[in-house]
């Protein structure tokens, strides 16, 4: 028996998360995977019924678990709070306690979506992409952190970007095994023009790249690749990057497949024991209307059945599924193109329950 826990969180994560589920459920029962589901408070509606952002019950969950579903935290309702319980504590730390280090993001996209990128079709069209981000270090986690008051009476804000050998280590090997598996290329992203931090990145990667023959390792500077990335994209593989450069990068990345709402990602531990969510926050503008796009969501659970629960034939089956109601015309309103069937949320689920039945 796998422990599957799912934390809805906030904003449209309940509503993509409820779809999801209608997934998980479905291949349980079909395909006799012997899930056990749970649920748990995290974010934004944690610190509602118990003042944090992850309580202890929800971490313990978490850590019992073989796998994470988690739709998103945050929204308006919460920004006023202090920092230290504010609702995305409660994701970071799920990531840092459960040493969920390796982020790993595709962004592939769909033919059937070429026209929903921002980007002329001939420069996305059969994009595939792995972003592989460090997760639990880096200037998101490094210490000293805060607002100081100097002599002067002015005030300061400081963070600090650090990143160990081991830690270095530990995202490179992830990410030079993904490019074995992949198409051989990897592109190590820094600003070892500026930064010391990623001086030594920079030479941590060379050094493992001996290990890896077979792979084909380069270096860019995070500036040239946020450019490289919407004026050629398809010339990179598998890029590995910091928490911080990550974090950006993969979000430009998605938008080049035409919507955020279609890209679902995994965070590891070193026993690819992880939790998934889609590449989106909790898109406070569209909760509650039901016209998010579930799509990510179920693609992550896809992702979970692949990495951690090693149900590969029905994570391929979701991935089927989702491409052949793409073929059928239905889109959420973020993907809407004319001519198309515009569905909402549940609708968008239903669908790929019924390919899915189809199979
Ligand atoms: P966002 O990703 O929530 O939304 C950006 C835009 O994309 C919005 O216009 C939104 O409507 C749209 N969008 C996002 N997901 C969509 C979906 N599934 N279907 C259709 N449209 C979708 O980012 P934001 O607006 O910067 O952040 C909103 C809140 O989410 C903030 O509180 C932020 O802290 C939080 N957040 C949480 C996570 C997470 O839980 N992993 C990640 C990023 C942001």
Not at 224 to 241: E, G, I, S, W, Y
């Amino acid at each position: 028996m796998s422990k599957v826990l799912l934390l809805a969180g906030d904003g449209i994560g309940p509503e993509i998360v409820t779809e999801a589920e209608k997934v998980l459920v479905l291949l349980n029962e079909k395909l006799n995977l012997n899930l056990d589901l749970d649920h748990a408070k995290v974010g934004g509606s944690a610190i509602d019924e118990f003042g944090v952002p992850l309580p202890d019950s929800t971490l313990d969950k978490a850590k019992a678990a073989d796998a994470i579903l988690l739709g998103a935290v945050g929204g308006p309702k919460w920004d006023a709070l202090d920092m230290a319980i504010r609702p995305e504590k409660g994701l970071l730390g799920l990531r840092s306690n459960l040493e969920l280090f390796g982020n790993l993001r595709p962004a592939i996209l769909y033919p059937q979506l070429a026209d929903a990128s921002s980007l002329k079709p001939e420069i996305v069209s059969g994009l595939d992409i792995l972003i592989v981000r460090e997760l639990t270090g880096g200037i998101y986690f490094g210490q000293p952190r805060g607002v100081r008051v100097l002599e002067s009476g002015e005030r300061q804000g400081y963070n600090t970007y650090v990143y160990s050998e081991s830690e270095i280590r530990r995202i490179g090997k992830v990410a030079f095994e993904a490019a074995q598996k992949r198409g051989g290329k990897l592109c190590s992203v820094d600003k070892a023009n500026v930064l010391e931090v990623t001086v030594l990145w920079r030479e941590i990667m060379d050094d493992m790249a001996k290990d890896y023959p077979d792979v084909e390792l380069s270096h860019m500077y995070v500036d040239n690749a946020a450019m490289q990335l919407v004026r050629a994209p398809k010339q990179f593989d598998v890029v590995v990057t910091g928490n911080m450069f990550g974090d950006i990068l993969s979000d430009a990345a998605a938008m080049l497949t035409g919507s955020i709402g279609m890209l679902p990602s995994a965070s590891l531990d070193v026993n690819n024991k992880g939790m998934y969510e889609p590449c989106h926050g909790s898109a406070p503008d569209i909760a509650g209307q039901g016209i998010a796009n579930p799509l990510a969501t179920i693609l992550s659970v896809a992702m979970m059945l692949r990495y951690s629960l090693n149900e590969n034939a029905a994570a391929d089956l979701i991935e089927k599924a989702v491409s052949n109601v793409l073929d059928q015309g239905l889109r959420t309103a973020d993907i809407i193109s004319k001519g198309l069937t515009k569905v909402t949320t549940a609708e968008m689920g239903d669908a790929v329950i019924e390919a899915l039945n189809k199979l």
